[in-house]
Nanobody
Framework: QVELVESGGGLVQAGGSLRLSCAAS????????MGWYRQAPGKQRELVAF???????NYADSAKGRFTISRDYTKNTVYLQMNSLKPEDTAVYYC????????WGQGTQVTVSS
């Protein structure tokens, strides 16, 4: 069992930045993929970015060049640095980990005003 707790969401103006954090209840980065997803009202949940145990990262086209996923082994925490935010980035952002099983966090709201 793994618990994930997201934080760092909030209200920001277009062009601004936020850094989301996802703290895992135990050390899993050496074995599990870690990802950020988001779900806007009325839309399906979509992958934003993920990082593999080997450190390979992958981004949705909408996130490339603006978002950066990273992790801190000492804190069991994965981050999503979001720059140049747009109103269309408004969504609930979820952290997910997966290997043989998958676990989700509760989500954190990001609202970008125009």
């Amino acid at each position: 069992q793994v618990e994930l707790v997201e934080s760092g969401g909030g209200l920001v103006q277009a062009g601004g930045s936020l850094r989301l954090s996802c703290a895992a209840s135990r050390s899993i980065f050496s074995f599990n993929n870690m990802g950020w997803y988001r779900q806007a009202p009325g839309k399906q949940r979509e992958l934003v970015a993920f990082i593999t145990p080997g450190g390979v990262t992958n981004y949705a086209d909408s996130a490339k060049g603006r978002f950066t996923i990273s992790r801190d082994y000492t804190k069991n925490t994965v981050y999503l640095q979001m720059n140049s935010l747009k109103p269309e980035d408004t969504a609930v952002y979820y952290c997910k980990t997966w290997r043989l099983q998958e676990y989700w966090g509760q989500g954190t709201q990001v609202t970008v005003s125009s």
